[in-house]
């Protein structure tokens, strides 16, 4: 996959971030700032979101698809630093006058010239650190691919970037706009709370480019989605985590393909994960198979047909059973990064935070981490002291002088989140 990676943001700030209506405390004029942006960065409903891409491989060409396709957006253009690949996405994007399509190699550049509302952003994971800052201080809403960044001491440089722009900035997490995952989060509502879940995952995948040479790349690129699932579905939060690697002789991958991790979730359950992309035969939906055991019930999922929901009453089985045959059908529902779109457009149109927010995604993200960090030294890692750690490395690292402050004034990163979390209502 090609990339535009460019370097951090000189510490231009978003009209307005600085500014102090009286004396309010330093909380609370971030706060206006924020609402300031928000309001700053609203789309009209009278038409379509215009959006640039940034990163022309080949989730910018699934991007670029996508928004040809969507009732709420339009595509303006395309950037990236290889001559000739905007082009070629646009070429095969469908759209209808692929001429009217800007391109160019900086993707803010880009999307400042065209007036575009959105930047979204599939660039590989070590260049959406240094574009989101970028196009935060310009004042561009972005939406990111997963993971959120390449490291977790930059997503939290980034959570506090968007703190003090004020400009909102979803990571897809797609995998929540299935209509079956909404139904399982309402099971465990009903049913739970939950003693252990599992997700298994199994595709016989050599993938190209860059996978093949990432540290621990199942983890990365597949469990991430697995672990937002299960915090939207369970409606916990990770506590700690052990975890194993494993790399068969036959494998392609530099690294681990095949994981298995098991979780500590903060309401006592435990939630398992098993992904490989070295065993043939047998094969997985990308969604992953899941079960989930409830103290009221029993789900399971295959991660493409309609879930089954199981009680130890028959006619509370029964009453699920209808329940779930009278719902739409999965494929009449616009789901995946085409869901997440329309998520953030509409969040845009009504001046709110839409869902996957950056600091909504942080403990998804850590996850994968804290798994990382678990395979590499053998050992149970807590996600409390791991966040701490990445906290002080992001502070060292940041360049930002307002980031860098805001992020020392946070006693810990799980008060960050709760107080984020109370703010949204």
């Given at each position: 996959?090609?990339?535009?990676?460019?370097?951090?943001?000189?510490?231009?700030?978003?009209?307005?971030?600085?500014?102090?209506?009286?004396?309010?405390?330093?909380?609370?004029?971030?706060?206006?700032?924020?609402?300031?942006?928000?309001?700053?960065?609203?789309?009209?409903?009278?038409?379509?979101?215009?959006?640039?891409?940034?990163?022309?491989?080949?989730?910018?060409?699934?991007?670029?698809?996508?928004?040809?396709?969507?009732?709420?957006?339009?595509?303006?253009?395309?950037?990236?630093?290889?001559?000739?690949?905007?082009?070629?996405?646009?070429?095969?994007?469908?759209?209808?006058?692929?001429?009217?399509?800007?391109?160019?190699?900086?993707?803010?550049?880009?999307?400042?010239?065209?007036?575009?509302?959105?930047?979204?952003?599939?660039?590989?994971?070590?260049?959406?650190?240094?574009?989101?800052?970028?196009?935060?201080?310009?004042?561009?809403?972005?939406?990111?691919?997963?993971?959120v960044t390449e490291t977790l001491p930059e997503a939290i440089s980034l959570v506090a970037h968007a703190e003090i722009t004020?400009?909102?900035?979803?990571?897809?997490?797609?995998?929540?706009?299935?209509?079956?995952?909404?139904?399982?989060?309402?099971?465990?509502?009903d049913h739970g709370p939950t003693a252990i879940t599992s997700a298994f995952f199994s595709l016989f995948e050599e993938h190209?480019?860059?996978?093949?040479?990432?540290?621990?790349?199942?983890?990365?690129?597949?469990?991430?989605?697995?672990?937002?699932?299960?915090?939207?579905?369970?409606?916990?939060?990770?506590?700690?985590?052990?975890?194993?690697?494993?790399?068969?002789?036959?494998?392609?991958?530099?690294?681990?393909?095949?994981?298995?991790?098991?979780?500590?979730?903060?309401?006592?359950?435990?939630?398992?994960?098993?992904?490989?992309?070295?065993?043939?035969?047998?094969?997985?939906?990308?969604?992953?198979?899941?079960?989930?055991?409830?103290?009221?019930?029993?789900?399971?999922?295959?991660?493409?047909?309609?879930?089954?929901?199981?009680?130890?009453?028959?006619?509370?089985?029964?009453?699920?059973?209808?329940?779930?045959?009278?719902?739409?059908?999965?494929?009449?529902?616009?789901?995946?990064?085409?869901?997440?779109?329309?998520?953030?457009?509409?969040?845009?149109?009504?001046?709110?935070?839409?869902?996957?927010?950056?600091?909504?995604?942080?403990?998804?993200?850590?996850?994968?981490?804290?798994?990382?960090?678990?395979?590499?030294?053998?050992?149970?890692?807590?996600?409390?002291?791991?966040?701490?750690?990445?906290?002080?490395?992001?502070?060292?690292?940041?360049?930002?002088?307002?980031?860098?402050?805001?992020?020392?004034?946070?006693?810990?990163?799980?008060?960050?989140?709760d107080a984020w979390q109370e703010a949204q209502g």
């Open positions: 996959m090609s990339s535009e990676v460019l370097a951090h943001a000189p510490g231009v700030h978003t009209p307005g971030a600085d500014e102090a209506l009286g004396t309010p405390a330093p909380g609370e004029a971030r706060a206006e700032a924020q609402a300031r942006a928000r309001q700053a960065a609203r789309i009209p409903a009278d038409r379509p979101a215009r959006v640039v891409i940034v990163g022309a491989g080949l989730m910018g060409d699934w991007w670029a698809r996508e928004v040809v396709d969507s009732p709420v957006a339009e595509l303006v253009g395309i950037a990236d630093l290889v001559d000739g690949a905007p082009q070629r996405v646009i070429a095969g994007c469908g759209a209808a006058d692929p001429g009217s399509i800007a391109v160019g190699a900086d993707g803010v550049d880009l999307a400042l010239e065209v007036g575009a509302d959105i930047l979204i952003n599939p660039t590989v994971p070590v260049a959406h650190h240094p574009v989101t800052v970028r196009a935060l201080h310009a004042g561009i809403p972005v939406l990111g691919e997963k993971p004020g400009v909102p900035f979803m990571v897809s997490q797609s995998r929540r706009f299935f209509p079956q995952v909404r139904q399982l989060r309402q099971f465990v509502a190209e480019g860059y996978r093949r040479h990432q540290l621990h790349p199942m983890l990365r690129d597949m469990g991430i989605h697995a672990f937002d699932t299960a915090r939207y579905v369970l409606g916990t939060d990770p506590v700690a985590v052990t975890a194993r690697g494993a790399r068969p002789e036959w494998s392609v991958y530099d690294h681990d393909a095949t994981v298995t991790a098991t979780f500590e979730m903060s309401d006592g359950s435990l939630f398992v994960y098993n992904g490989t992309w070295n065993a043939r035969g047998a094969t997985t939906w990308w969604n992953s198979e899941w079960r989930i055991g409830a103290q009221h019930g029993t789900a399971t999922w295959d991660g493409s047909g309609l879930p089954v929901l199981t009680t130890a009453d028959e006619e509370e089985t029964a009453r699920l059973q209808a329940w779930i045959a009278d719902q739409p059908a999965p494929d009449s529902q616009p789901d995946q990064i085409a869901a997440s779109l329309i998520e953030f457009v509409t969040a845009l149109r009504e001046a709110r935070t839409p869902m996957c927010e950056v600091h909504e995604n942080l403990l998804s993200f850590a996850m994968v981490e804290a798994a990382v960090a678990a395979v590499d030294h053998g050992t149970r890692i807590e996600i409390d002291p791991l966040l701490g750690e990445a906290k002080e490395q992001a502070i060292a690292a940041e360049t930002h002088p307002e980031a860098r402050a805001l992020m020392q004034s946070w006693t810990s990163m799980r008060d960050v989140l």
